[in-house]
């Protein structure tokens, strides 16, 4: 089959079209000819070596990382192993099944929960990371991570939910999100999904981008919309902000986290605007805060997203598409953070 493989750390030149050989389903398992699958900023930090690495968080995204580090890990905190088909929103139909799989999932059109949770192991595995995913013309995944989807949504569009959206759910499950709520990046995969999640649940949105981006995230349901500049905290002022949803860290976490109410919760899942923030302790303490990183997910936050699908709840956003076979212009064009929601991998050529 034709696939990109990874071929260790370092710049686009590790990304190689090829042919390899086609997987085959075991027990517990099954084949999924992989019809579109978008990209995440966990593809480019695992090429990078970005979530151990001790470079600056900038050079590493410009693909200044040194190709030599050894025993990066991958989100899901194992090493990554070599070659490696990344691509974690896989969206596809199922061909086969391994033994002890219902028949009646055959011919199915199907998403994939990218966390592959192992109950008798103290590290989950993520798909793209530590297993295959779906940067390839087939993809085996476990069957306990395959959910048949009912919409009239295209498999491109579908390609946009995953990682992004469950991401997002996750947050706003551990963030207990009822109130007003401050998201940080809103115009990005994670971020757009905020907007709409949190309307779902009939929360105030308040969301910080671009001005070149605000008219999107308005669209999309946000209640307020302001600059990230120096005015921001001016900005704020009159919100009451019990959550703070945050995607980017970088320079405006500290002023950011004091626009929290007393006894309100941060949550992160990123930092592309850079991982080394100032915390000022006496925000956290004396306002008795909660901070929480947004990563691992129980099995029932994906079960709720395939709900809002199936249920035509969500509305989601292609920003491109590109074929398999043009990967590295994909990844370009993810970097530049020129676009709103997501950059999508379609298999149409292979």
Request: hydrophobic share 40%.
């Amino acid at each position: 089959m034709q696939a990109v493989v990874l071929t260790g750390h370092g710049g686009p030149e590790k990304l190689v079209y090829t042919q390899v050989d086609k997987p085959c389903p075991q027990a517990g398992e099954v084949l999924i000819q992989v019809e579109a699958c978008s990209m995440n900023n966990t593809d480019l930090n695992a090429r990078t070596g970005w979530y151990t690495a001790k470079q600056e968080f900038e050079a590493i995204l410009q693909d200044k990382a040194s190709t030599s580090i050894q025993n990066s890990t991958a989100w899901g905190g194992v090493s990554i192993e070599f070659p490696r088909i990344q691509g974690a929103d896989i969206i596809g139909k199922v061909l086969e099944v391994g033994a002890g799989i219902d028949q009646n999932l055959l011919q199915q059109r199907v998403m994939v929960d990218p966390w592959i949770r192992d109950k008798s192991s103290a590290s989950d595995r993520y798909v793209g990371s530590e297993l295959d995913g779906g940067f390839a013309e087939y993809a085996v995944i476990p069957a306990s991570n395959v959910y048949p989807i009912h919409s009239p949504l295209s498999d491109i569009e579908l390609a946009c939910f995953p990682c992004s959206y469950s991401t997002a759910e996750n947050m706003l499950v551990k963030g207990r999100v009822s109130d007003t709520v401050l998201i940080m990046g809103a115009s990005g995969g994670v971020g757009s999904a905020l907007i709409q999640l949190c309307k779902l649940r009939g929360a105030t949105a308040i969301a910080i981008a671009s001005p070149s981006k605000q008219a999107f995230v308005r669209e999309l349901g946000a209640d307020f919309v302001y600059n990230r500049d120096e005015k921001i905290i001016k900005s704020l002022a009159d919100h009451a902000i019990t959550v703070y949803l945050d995607t980017v860290g970088g320079e405006h976490f500290p002023q950011l986290l004091k626009r929290l109410q007393v006894g309100g919760m941060y949550v992160t899942c990123g930092a592309i605007g850079g991982p080394i923030v100032q915390l000022d302790l006496r925000e956290l303490i004396y306002k008795d805060l909660e901070m929480i990183g947004a990563t691992r997910m129980e099995a029932t936050v994906f079960q709720s997203l395939v709900n809002y699908i199936n249920q035509n709840l969500l509305k989601p956003v292609v920003a491109n598409t590109f074929p398999l076979s043009q990967i590295k212009a994909a990844q370009q064009a993810f970097q530049s953070k020129n676009f709103c929601g997501k950059i999508v991998i379609t298999l149409d050529e292979a």
